[in-house]
């Protein structure tokens, strides 16, 4: 069960970061005011854009990490998705929401590449 504490507490992570940025999001449209100069109006813009699309990355982390966390109720955490196998124990150290073993990953990115 090592791996859904580790799973747990990675969710519990991503959904703190993801409050945060939220906070300063709000904070930053509060902030916006057409009376600012444009450079600064400009910047403040770019901030709230990297900001989305760092929320928006941290989403996707976290349903991955809800997939993983669904798999350890199932008893099919570690299982590759492509071809049913173990996925490797040092590849599910490193990346612990890992869903494809070593060799189904290369393959995946060959084809994509």
Known sequence: M????SLQMRKQEIEKMIREKRELLMEAGAELSVFQPHADMAWELYDREKNQEIIELLEIELSRVNEALQ???DGKYGLCDACGGAIEEERLQRQINASLCHKCQEDQNNILH
């Open 71 to 73: 798999k350890v109720a």
């Open 2 to 5: 090592f791996y859904g504490a």
